[in-house]
């Protein structure tokens, strides 16, 4: 069986052969049953796709080992045991419990404990994005373009493709989680034991497989590969929140802790490497990904190729009047995931503003490099909103880029040559698609600062402080637009390198959230976008800052649409 010229036939030559293969197949047993026929081909459907991720795969791998090593590494070069003794108050604050978790270890501080407690949890959220990404590319999306209805024109069981997906994205996993253990035991941080750092990859590998198990779920629900990711990443993303809020509460002396337990995040860092060593919290990860993968196969067991297990609704016979533009079908194309979002968004700033009354409480006790570190001398409230508004807009960010990526995959599913066929110029249509999500993520910066402005307010009884929370979080938005230029850019001339954007976004995070806190010159600093607006109301704006980045942001769109308007197109 040759996959690869299969896959490479056209539609037009799935032959009256193919459909008696078929047909020979299921008569032969590979009719859903689990075992048997039901993995027929498994070996070949995972050589194909270890063939299709040979670039991909170690890239996934090598830049998390990479974040890795520079964390351990920079950390134990910067931080003498003083400086580890004043971080370790501010590693206590309810606030960096609900970023960064528990914090295990903090009363008697070492390098490789502030580590592992500090920047673990981000490393789990990329190992996280990798497992959903891979196993949704090699389902799903197989799915959706028609490939798999070739493939099991072959000699396939109808489980196959989806072991095949979980057992390569496992061996990701795997890998990853043994790289970034050595990375760490090798690194300047000089940890002790090794078993220790084992554990810290462990844990690594452990949130990995929790989300291919999820994300093995998600692609029987839907019929399409971006909702199935969304679904996916939005329990990632609920995982982050939930281990954030029973963090805060044990960092606090609170009762909501046992949410930690809740969480596949969570359940990594309740092993607590160098600290407690404690390797049972792992055994809730493996029966999750034993009892997701059961249901993934049951689901699929009961679904049609190429359907999702809910019911598509069929459209109506005529479009409204808002579907006449190509900014009404941009729009209604984002329409469901810009409210989910929304309402997320809301509900979390809400949340995160309500601890402003707890980081009032407790300011007292602070030193004053650490109000400084939180925004500066005029408050620790303001601090915190301020912080607060550059954390929105990292996550606001990741909801841009995802939607400029949708750009490519409505060209990948040939869905842009039938808009482009009527009087829609490919500028147009670009422009509207972009326009919908500048707009989109200025309006959930906005919902970030009342929700924010709201929460902080209702536990200060102070509603002054709703007007600046709302300017401090709308003027982020420009930092965000700034990664939807380049995204267009890059989509313009070279859509391959989309992916590009994310290294940037996640560059600028990492050098916003821990750039002071490592001790880095100005210059390396301001190579992230979120480095220039200032923190409102802790810091004055700068609209220097804000008029730069919107006037970048649209000769980036308009060099993206040239690109747009000259290079070939995907078509059927």
């Given at each position: 069986m040759n996959l690869l010229a299969s896959t490479e036939a056209g539609p037009g030559d799935a032959t009256a052969d193919r459909r008696q293969a078929h047909r020979r197949a299921r008569a032969r047993g590979?009719?859903?049953?689990?075992?048997?026929?039901?993995?027929?081909?498994?070996?070949?459907?995972?050589?194909?796709?270890?063939?299709?991720?040979?670039?991909?795969?170690?890239?996934?791998?090598?830049?998390?080992?990479?974040?890795t090593a520079y964390f351990a590494n920079a950390i134990a070069l910067v931080m003498d045991a003083d400086t580890l003794q004043t971080m370790t108050v501010f590693a206590k604050n309810p606030v960096m419990g609900l970023?960064?978790?528990p914090g295990y270890g903090l009363d008697d501080i070492t390098v490789p404990r502030f580590i592992v407690g500090m920047y673990a949890v981000f490393l789990m959220i990329g190992i996280g994005l990798m497992s959903i990404t891979t196993v949704t590319r090699h389902t799903r999306a197989e799915?959706?373009?028609?490939?798999?209805?070739?493939?099991?024109?072959?000699?396939?069981?109808?489980?196959?493709?989806?072991?095949?997906?979980?057992?390569?994205?496992?061996?990701?996993?795997?890998?990853a989680g043994a790289l970034m253990a050595a990375a760490?035991?090798?690194?300047?941080?000089?940890?002790?034991?090794?078993?220790?750092?084992?554990?810290?990859?462990?844990?690594?590998?452990?949130?990995?497989?929790?989300?291919?198990?999820?994300?093995?779920?998600?692609?029987?629900?839907?019929?399409?590969?971006?909702?199935a990711s969304g679904m996916a990443g939005a329990v990632l993303a609920l995982s982050f929140v939930v281990r954030g809020l029973g963090d805060m509460s044990a960092v606090a002396?609170?009762?909501?802790?046992?949410?930690?337990?809740?969480?596949?995040?969570?359940?990594?860092?309740?092993?607590?490497?160098?600290?407690?060593?404690?390797?049972?919290?792992?055994?809730?990860s493996v029966a999750a990904l034993?009892?997701?993968?059961?249901?993934?196969?049951?689901?699929?067991?009961?679904?049609?190729?190429?359907?999702?297990?809910?019911?598509?609704?069929?459209?109506?016979?005529?479009?409204?009047?808002?579907?006449?533009?190509?900014?009404?079908?941009?729009?209604?194309?984002?329409?469901?995931?810009?409210?989910?979002?929304?309402?997320?968004?809301?509900?979390?700033?809400?949340?995160?503003?309500?601890?402003?009354?707890?980081?009032?409480?407790?300011?007292?006790?602070?030193?004053?490099?650490?109000?400084?570190?939180?925004?500066?001398?005029?408050?620790?409230?303001?601090?915190?909103?301020?912080?607060?508004?550059?954390?929105?807009?990292?996550?606001?960010?990741?909801?841009?880029?995802?939607t400029v990526g949708g750009l490519r995959s409505e060209e990948q599913d040939f869905h842009t040559e039938p808009v482009l066929a009527t009087a829609v110029s490919r500028g147009g249509w670009m422009a509207s698609w972009v326009t919908v999500t500048l707009l989109g993520s200025g309006w959930l910066m906005l919902l970030a600062g009342i929700g924010e402005g709201i929460g902080a307010a209702a536990s200060l009884d102070d509603w002054d402080l709703l007007g600046p929370t709302v300017l401090g979080h709308l003027v982020q938005s420009a930092a965000v637009w700034v990664l939807i230029g380049l995204a267009c850019l890059l989509y313009g001339f070279a859509p391959r390198l989309l992916g590009l954007t994310w290294i940037v976004f996640a560059g600028s995070a990492v050098l916003a959230l821990f750039g002071g806190l490592l001790q880095l010159d100005d210059a390396v600093l301001d190579l992230s976008v979120f480095n220039h607006i200032g923190q409102y109301p802790a810091e004055d704006i700068s609209a220097e800052a804000v008029l730069t980045f919107l006037a970048i942001t649209v000769v980036l769109v308009g060099a993206g649409m040239v690109g747009f308007r000259r290079r070939d197109l995907v078509t059927a």
């Open positions: 590979a009719d859903g049953r689990l075992g048997g026929g039901g993995l027929t081909g498994l070996g070949h459907l995972l050589l194909f796709m270890l063939r299709r991720d040979r670039l991909r795969m170690p890239i996934w791998v090598l830049s998390l080992t990479a974040l970023i960064t978790g799915e959706q373009t028609g490939r798999a209805e070739l493939i099991r024109a072959n000699v396939t069981g109808r489980h196959a493709q989806l072991f095949a997906a979980v057992i390569l994205t496992v061996i990701m996993n795997v890998v760490l035991q090798f690194s300047e941080a000089d940890p002790d034991p090794a078993t220790s750092s084992l554990l810290f990859g462990a844990g690594m590998t452990a949130v990995g497989c929790v989300f291919v198990g999820v994300t093995s779920v998600t692609v029987q629900l839907t019929g399409f590969s971006r909702a002396g609170g009762d909501l802790d046992w949410l930690s337990w809740l969480s596949p995040l969570g359940w990594s860092q309740q092993t607590a490497p160098f600290t407690l060593d404690r390797w049972w919290p792992l055994l809730y034993v009892v997701l993968l059961v249901i993934g196969l049951a689901v699929q067991s009961r679904r049609d190729l190429g359907a999702g297990i809910t019911a598509e609704r069929p459209g109506r016979a005529h479009a409204g009047r808002g579907l006449s533009t190509a900014f009404g079908l941009a729009f209604r194309l984002q329409r469901s995931t810009l409210i989910w979002w929304s309402l997320g968004i809301l509900v979390m700033a809400a949340i995160f503003g309500s601890f402003a009354g707890a980081m009032a409480e407790g300011a007292d006790g602070m030193p004053e490099q650490i109000t400084q570190l939180m925004g500066g001398p005029r408050g620790i409230v303001d601090g915190y909103l301020g912080y607060m508004a550059l954390y929105m807009a990292m996550i606001v960010a990741a909801f841009a880029l995802i």
